[in-house]
């Protein structure tokens, strides 16, 4: 029987951390570099806002920033790699093609962010694959994945650290490799909206259609309540799914005019998350921010102010991936099963 988180509403974050790793085949370095490199300034201020909100985070990390330099990383490589149809999708064709340069090392590494999250309170530091690995690219096998995140394993374990939650590239979920993510010990993933328009597949970028319909989402209820009742679900042989309500984009300057009705909508799920015991789950990566620091920041304190206000008044409550898939798969009640763990948190719930 399904387990369920009943009465309480949830508020989830979860970030993908990823560097020039995660758009080396859509950008040019030229072209979003100023992005990449601002994003380690968001990490410091995320984690500071974080910390004052009293926010439980999931930081699904890409293994290969977790090293100093190339010739670290290059010890680190698997003897088996994806073999994408197109080349070009590969982080390891990338390195073949394009030598990384001392002056571009903050492109493609930060070990000293990872440590400075893994360190922070409430944050979960779980797995964006080794290499942002994509498992509905034509080429690549399920064996490759496979050898890709018992990588990301190792490299983690080698820090004193155990990765309960994945999160894929591009959000690009398959369901023979979910089965493999929970043989290697993955208790929870996220997964996509439930609305058509949410539906990732390969190449998703060239899909226009689903696209413009996810744009007019962010302002206008088109899918309805982006919240979602929290539950394990009866397939026992993968992780549980704790799906994403909605990716917070950067501030836009060509809608800015439109970004008030964007944070009503937001706050109004949240809101109904928080009135109706559901859970609303927030995401992004922090290279979105890096362009315009300070009013991305400044949008999402408006986000955790909100949230403070709905803690206060309805209980609201923040948790990370894991820690909500553990109160789904143990079956502990709602509001307890956190309270010893973490006496920093106000007992509101």
Not at 69 to 95: D, G
Not at 120 to 131: D, G, I, K, L, R
Not at 237 to 249: C, F, T
Request: proline share 3%; charged share 30%; with cysteine.
């Amino acid at each position: 029987m399904a387990l369920e988180c009943k009465r309480i509403g949830t508020f989830i974050i979860s970030l993908d951390f990823e560097l020039f790793w995660g758009v080396h085949d859509v950008y040019e370095k030229k072209d979003y570099e100023e992005n990449v490199r601002g994003a380690h300034a968001v990490v410091v201020s995320l984690l500071d806002l974080f910390s004052r909100y009293k926010i439980h985070a999931t930081w699904a990390i890409v293994g290969m920033i977790y090293f100093e330099n190339m010739k670290q990383l290059k010890k680190m490589i698997p003897a088996t790699k994806p073999s994408y149809s197109q080349k070009r999708l590969s982080s390891y064709y990338y390195m073949e093609t394009h030598p990384i340069g001392e002056s571009d090392l903050n492109l493609f590494f930060a070990p000293h962010l990872v440590e400075r999250i893994a360190s922070a309170p409430f944050q979960e530091v779980a797995t964006h694959t080794f290499s942002h690995y994509y498992c509905l690219e034509e080429g690549q096998t399920l064996e490759q994945f496979s050898c890709d995140l018992r990588t990301a394993r190792e490299l983690n374990r080698k820090r004193g650290w155990e990765i309960k939650s994945i999160v894929f590239p591009r959000n690009q979920v398959d369901d023979e490799y979910l089965k493999e993510c929970k043989r290697l010990g993955m208790a929870a993933y996220r997964g996509n909206e439930e609305s058509w328009a949410y539906r990732m597949e390969s190449s998703e970028r060239r899909r226009y259609a689903k696209r413009a319909f996810r744009l007019f989402d962010r302002y206008i209820p088109i899918f309805g309540q982006h919240t979602f009742r929290p539950i394990a679900g009866e397939d026992s042989s993968i992780p549980v799914n704790i799906r994403a309500s909605r990716y917070l984009a950067k501030v836009s300057e060509r809608l800015k005019l439109l970004e008030g009705l964007r944070l009503k909508r937001i706050k109004g799920e949240m809101t109904y998350a928080a009135k109706s015991g559901e859970a609303y789950h927030l995401w992004w990566h922090p290279h979105d921010f890096g362009g315009n620091i300070r009013d991305n920041v400044g949008f999402l304190e408006e986000i955790l102010k909100h949230f403070e206000y709905l803690r206060r008044t309805y209980g609201f409550r923040s948790r990370n991936m894991i820690e909500l898939a553990d109160e789904l798969t143990v079956g502990n009640t709602p509001g307890e099963e956190l309270k010893d763990a973490h006496p920093m948190e106000e007992a509101t719930v």
